[in-house]
């Protein structure tokens, strides 16, 4: 991949452990130099619980962005036992906050848990695409790409995330929410 990019390791954003509001304040004044310096970043490592205010910092740069989303769940709940943000709600309140465009988004691979029929009636009203780990084995990657490219507008930003969940258990058995059915 150096042979066509440069890159560059900038460290760490230290958080504080059981804080999210003061952690995503951290991560966000983190992240925003390096966007506002023309720079994509490649984010790896934590849970999707950082990525809000990731996301928060790149709309700052460039408004609001289409999602590529590859995960065994849609994270879109409205909060976790009271409480608005986890790694469960992010994709909820990027919506909620005007950061991502979900009409031109899509999540792929999305298997569970689904605790009702209703369990992703939020992404859906929001207009949401989303793909099912079952169609996504069905129709293909290729066929779920051109239905991704076709959902985001020309010069639309796009902001790709990967959930390892997204693969199944058997090659990523570490994960903290495995799911059957996953890709490999």
């Given at each position: 991949i150096f042979e066509q990019l440069e890159g560059v390791d900038c460290g760490d954003?230290?958080?504080?452990?059981?804080?999210?509001?003061?952690s995503y304040e951290r991560i966000e004044r983190g992240i925003e130099p390096i966007v506002s310096a023309g720079v994509v970043p490649l984010?790896?490592?934590?849970?999707?619980?950082?990525?809000?205010?990731i996301?928060?910092?790149?709309?700052?740069?460039?408004?609001?962005v289409a999602l590529v989303h590859l995960d065994a769940h849609s994270d879109t709940g409205s909060d976790y036992f009271g409480k608005p943000y986890n790694h469960g709600?992010?994709?909820?309140?990027?919506?909620?906050?005007?950061v991502m465009l979900p009409e031109q988004s899509t999540q792929l691979g999305i298997r569970g848990p689904l605790y009702s029929r209703t369990s992703l009636d939020?992404?859906?009203?929001?207009?949401?695409?989303?793909i099912p780990g079952w169609e996504l084995h069905?129709?293909?990657?290729?066929?779920?790409?051109?239905?991704?490219?076709?959902?985001?507008?020309?010069?639309?930003?796009?902001?790709?995330?990967?959930d390892i969940d997204f693969l199944d258990a058997a090659y990523a058995p570490?994960?903290?929410?495995?799911?059957i059915g996953g890709f490999s």
């Amino acid at each position: 991949i150096f042979e066509q990019l440069e890159g560059v390791d900038c460290g760490d954003v230290d958080i504080i452990p059981g804080h999210i509001e003061e952690s995503y304040e951290r991560i966000e004044r983190g992240i925003e130099p390096i966007v506002s310096a023309g720079v994509v970043p490649l984010i790896m490592g934590g849970d999707h619980s950082i990525t809000l205010p990731i996301l928060r910092a790149v709309a700052k740069k460039h408004g609001p962005v289409a999602l590529v989303h590859l995960d065994a769940h849609s994270d879109t709940g409205s909060d976790y036992f009271g409480k608005p943000y986890n790694h469960g709600t992010t994709f909820h309140w990027a919506i909620e906050e005007g950061v991502m465009l979900p009409e031109q988004s899509t999540q792929l691979g999305i298997r569970g848990p689904l605790y009702s029929r209703t369990s992703l009636d939020y992404a859906r009203s929001k207009n949401f695409a989303v793909i099912p780990g079952w169609e996504l084995h069905d129709i293909g990657m290729q066929a779920a790409i051109d239905r991704v490219r076709a959902r985001i507008k020309l010069g639309t930003p796009v902001f790709v995330t990967f959930d390892i969940d997204f693969l199944d258990a058997a090659y990523a058995p570490g994960t903290g929410t495995p799911e059957i059915g996953g890709f490999s």
